[in-house]
């Protein structure tokens, strides 16, 4: 499914069926998931645009009312001012991109996986979080790579104690995806202080073969983004 489209376009396995279809002068999109909602929207545009159809930042369903993404694991420890690598895993949502007269817009974004939401820190002033949980792992996990990607996520303790870690806060804005045999994502987190860690993304694929994602938050024209995340209610 993933991969890059001139309409209109047709793609079908035993999930989902997508397609853009000619209809006079209106192309007509269609998405059908097997045994799910069906969407149908109406594009004008040309002949000449083209379809992007892959992963993207996991922040947008059911609702984009956040653009942190939280994952919680079985607590783990780190010795001072050690540096270890974990892998987990996180949602996938898919985009469905259309490029036009040289810009770009999200026709639909789905998920097979289910949403959950949570609050970072504190009721009056934490933040809230698309929500996930995972195991933790040492190598990358199998993982469907339409459900669920696999976060390379680099530990850095740079206090002078042993740091209990059960989770990691990442900001949607800087995100970078890539897709090859899995969806992957790599990040660091840098533990600062007993209660505050540092997120950051990496801008590097897993591996050569992998391909970069159309980023959507880029259609949000932000123009200066805090590569950084601070996590100043616990990790």
Request: proline content about 7%; charged content about 20%; overall charge negative.
């Amino acid at each position: 499914m993933y991969g890059r489209y001139e309409i209109p376009f047709e793609y079908s396995d035993e999930t989902i069926a997508l397609s853009i279809t000619e209809d006079g002068d209106f192309f007509r999109y269609t998405r059908q998931i097997s045994g799910g909602e069906s969407v149908q929207k109406t594009l004008l545009t040309t002949g000449n645009a083209i379809v992007t159809i892959n992963p993207i930042e996991p922040v947008n369903l059911p609702k984009p009312v956040t653009h942190y993404l939280e994952i919680e694991f079985p607590p783990v420890l780190i010795e001072p001012e050690g540096k270890k690598i974990v892998y987990l895993m996180f949602p996938i949502e898919i985009g469905v991109i259309v490029f036009g007269n040289r810009k770009m817009e999200a026709v639909d974004i789905f998920s097979f996986c289910p949403q959950k939401y949570s609050l970072y820190g504190p009721s009056g002033g934490g933040v809230i979080t698309k929500y996930y949980a995972s195991d933790i792992f040492s190598s990358p996990p199998e993982s469907d790579r339409y459900c669920n990607g696999v976060l390379r996520l680099e530990i850095h303790n740079k206090t002078t104690e042993w740091a209990n870690i059960c989770r990691t806060v990442l900001d949607g804005y800087s995100m970078k995806i890539y897709y090859g045999p899995y969806v992957s994502m790599l990040a660091h987190m840098k533990i600062l202080t007993p209660t505050t860690a540092e997120t950051e993304f990496v801008r590097n694929p897993a591996a050569s073969e992998f391909q970069k994602a159309v980023e959507v938050y880029h259609t949000l024209n932000i123009p200066s983004i805090n590569r950084t995340f601070l996590m100043e209610w616990g990790y």
